[in-house]
Each structure stands twice: as structure tokens, then as C-alpha cells.
């Protein structure tokens, strides 16, 4: 289980699930990398043809991050894996993702579960 | 509940407060920006849902700023904000000014005649990257790898401008307190 208490960035593989769970923050253009390199990762471990990035744990995704979101999917369309976003409504990954037109699937992580609780916006 | 209804978060002040801060010329002071937003705001109990809206808009225009604008004399940008009782306006200044590239058709009226992004399909790249400054935003492409920033302020903010000047330009933004 990831820690949502900080916004350190956090990634949690659920292979079964075929889903990737992103939490924490995504600051700086290398936590932007980071998250393309994370998710390139898991689209070669899944199974089957989907991959679900859940980003319902993530406290800030600015427009590098969404390059990177992008990025990742071209990629992964090449080796034949879509890449499924999910985040939870009335978040700020939702606003966010929702702004900028991107497809969004409900996010797993139930309302007002652990995951889903995210730290008050920090200065880190 | 309109916006007049929605009672004022309990700590922001009756007065205006300003800080005025200049930042390097840097992407990486968009996150120093954002920090310092942050702990500007934590005295003032704001709703988290507005400060989280607010750093990303600022942290937006900060980019934005770096990408498209010219650093000021001492290599930076200016970064402003005012609280009061109901609004957060953010302001991202840098020195550089529209080179031009825009001609007056393509800034008025184009966008019927010619299509979405108003261009009139000989690929003039200047043109299209000046037009921000009229607040013309192209509609985000799903596999486009930029052009989301101003739309992410555009989205967050109540209200957004931007002002160009011979000393250089100023995007302005406002962020509802009431979250």
C-alpha cells in the first residue's frame, strides 16, 4: 500500500488489476519523466491489452505531466496496449484531466478510502 | 449556490494582500512559485480545492511565461498575487513582447473562415504560437504533446487576460476563493 499521506510520488503495480496507481505529487519534469518511465514499465508486465493508470492519489498534475501521460500512451499503442485513465470526481486529477479532453474512467479507489484521501496542499 | 451566496473563506483578509516576488527565468521556478503561493495562503484558510487550483494556474503561467515570453534584465520573471476576502489574481510578467507574426487577419475574425485554429493553411507557425496572446486557444488535440497549459488555466480560473505592452507581457489570473 502506497503512502497518500505526503505528496511524495508513489507507483503501485496491481498486475491482476492491470492497473498502475499513481499518488503523490508531480512537481518537476523529472517526476513528469519518471511517471512515462513507470507506466512504459508496467505496459510491458500487464496482461491482456489495457492498462488502467489510476491517478486518483496524485495532488498536483501540471501540463508537463500530462506530456508525459501522452508520451506514455503513444508508446504503449505501439506495442499494442491502451492506456485507461481513472481518477475520482471532484479531484483535482479529474478537473485537470477533464480540462484537457482526455477519456477518464471512474478511478477503483473508493470515495473517502485511504488512497483516496488526499494530503492538504503542501509547499514540498 | 451562486457565487455571491458562497460565504467568504473565514481567514482571507478585508484588505488586498500582495506579494511581489521575482523568480530566475527558469522552468523550474514554477514549482518555487507554487510553494511560495502555498505557504502565502495557509494563514488565510483557504478551501483546498481553490489553493489547489490556484498553484496549478500559477504554476501554469510561470511555464508559460519561460516558453513563450523573454526574461527581463536580470534574467527573470516577475510573479505577483493579491488575496482578498473572495478572489486570488494571480500575475506572471516577463519582457518579452508579440513579435508580429500575427497579422491582423488572423487575429480578428479568421477562425470561421479558415478553420479551427484560424490559421489560413500556409503553416504560419508564428502566427499560430502568438496567438495565446489573444487568448485564441486551439482546442487540445488527444495525442498533441503540448498546448495544455493555457488551457489548464483557462479551465481552473474564474477569469484570465493577457496584456502585451512595449516593456513586455503580463497573464493574468483570477481564482475563486470560495472553492
Known sequence: MFDTSSDDLAFELDLPAGTLRVAGGLFTDLDARRLEREINQATTLVEGGTLVVDLAGVTFLPSTALQSLVAARRTAKVKGVAVALAATPGTLPHRVLTAVGFPLQQSAVEPGSRESQEPPPSAS | MS????????????????????????????????????????????????????????????????????????????????????????????????????????????????????????????????????????????????????????????????????RGTTVEAVVELAG
Open chain 2, 3 to 166: 457565487l455571491q451566496e458562497r460565504p467568504a473563506p473565514a481567514g482571507t483578509p478585508h484588505t488586498p494582500r500582495t506579494l511581489d516576488v521575482s523568480v530566475p527565468f527558469a522552468d523550474a521556478s514554477a514549482n518555487v512559485a507554487r510553494r511560495e503561493l502555498i505557504e502565502f495562503l495557509e494563514p488565510f484558510d483557504v478551501p483546498r480545492r481553490a489553493v489547489e487550483d490556484a498553484s496549478t494556474v500559477l504554476y501554469e503561467l510561470v511555464r508559460n511565461g519561460v516558453d513563450h515570453g523573454r526574461p527581463c534584465a536580470d534574467h527573470d520573471l516577475e510573479v505577483t498575487w493579491t488575496v482578498d476576502t473572495e478572489t486570488l489574481t494571480l500575475r506572471v510578467t516577463d519582457c518579452g513582447t508579440a513579435d508580429g507574426t500575427c497579422p491582423p487577419a488572423c487575429r480578428h475574425g479568421a477562425d470561421h473562415r479558415h478553420g479551427v485554429d484560424g490559421s489560413d493553411g500556409t503553416g504560419d507557425a508564428g502566427c499560430r504560437l502568438e496567438r495565446w496572446r489573444l487568448k485564441l486557444l486551439e482546442p487540445p488535440q488527444l495525442d498533441s504533446m503540448r498546448g495544455r497549459g493555457l488551457h489548464l488555466v483557462d479551465a481552473l480560473s474564474a477569469s484570465w487576460d493577457v496584456t502585451t505592452t512595449q
